[in-house]
T-cell receptor, first 116, second 111 residues
Framework: DSGVTQTPKHLITATGQRVTLRCSPRSGDLSVYWYQQSLDQGLQFLIQYYNGEERAKGNILERFSAQQFPDLHSELNLSSLELGDSALYFC???????????????FGAGSRLTVL | DAKTTQPTSMDCAEGRAANLPCNHSTISGNEYVYWYRQIHSQGPQYIIHGLKNNETNEMASLIITEDRKSSTLILPHATLRDTAVYYCIVRTSSNTGKLIFGQGTTLQVKP
């Protein structure tokens, strides 16, 4: 158990639908990161939040949005789902926002999304 | 972020040391080298990181060349459970903590 909790573990839905993935960071960590891993794309960075504020943005589609709440948990919202959104979605957390050596990312077990 | 080059795949015999190379010839002086691994569809797992000096922890050793243009991750006694994709990442010094993953090396430990 890494200390980063992601729910749900598995999710099956239909095209056009909307889903929400949830992430609880490790105790004491203030940054949350979202990654997408599909078969043909590898691990892609989507977005980072630090203490409730957006910190960095990667290749996140406009149909996707995220937020980090005051209790530091984060949610990734995926809307107007397409077949190509089927993937593993990982959340990671770290103590701070920056790229210092001590700021190690700890990953959760992931949420597997299947869009039919 | 500095680009890294890793072999696509490697084999290792169980019980032997696994040496995974990584080239990062464009690395800057303040950029760290991180190693993560991913065991079949599980979340990536942190292994070790370093800046200039060699590092060792309970999982592995990291050897960084003096010019910092390459590094080697050493798993001293590989087991079947070490079969995974290993990612070498150079993290740019910036105000974000994101890590950018490449394709990694698939290590197959064989009995």
């Amino acid at each position: 158990d890494s200390g980063v909790t992601q729910t749900p573990k598995h999710l099956i839905t239909a095209t056009g639908q909307r889903v929400t993935l949830r992430c609880s960071p490790r105790s004491g960590d203030l940054s949350v990161y979202w990654y997408q891993q599909s078969l043909d794309q590898g691990l892609q960075f989507l977005i980072q939040y630090y203490n409730g504020e957006e910190r960095a943005k990667g290749n996140i589609l406009e149909r996707f949005s995220a937020q980090q709440f005051p209790d530091l948990h984060s949610e990734l919202n995926l809307s107007s789902l397409e077949l190509g959104d089927s993937a593993l979605y990982f959340c990671a957390s770290s103590p701070s926002a920056w790229s210092s050596g001590a700021n190690v990312l700890t990953f959760g077990a992931g949420s597997r999304l299947t869009v039919l | 972020d500095a680009k890294t080059t890793q072999p696509t795949s490697m084999d290792c015999a169980e019980g032997r040391a696994a040496n995974l190379p990584c080239n990062h010839s464009t690395i800057s002086g303040n950029e760290y080298v991180y190693w993560y691994r991913q065991i079949h569809s599980q979340g990536p797992q942190y292994i070790i990181h370093g800046l200039k000096n060699n590092e060792t922890n309970e999982m592995a050793s990291l050897i960084i060349t003096e010019d910092r243009k390459s590094s080697t991750l050493i798993l001293p006694h590989a087991t079947l459970r070490d079969t995974a994709v290993y990612y070498c990442i150079v993290r740019t010094s910036s105000n974000t903590g994101k890590l950018i993953f490449g394709q990694g090396t698939t290590l197959q430990v064989k009995p």
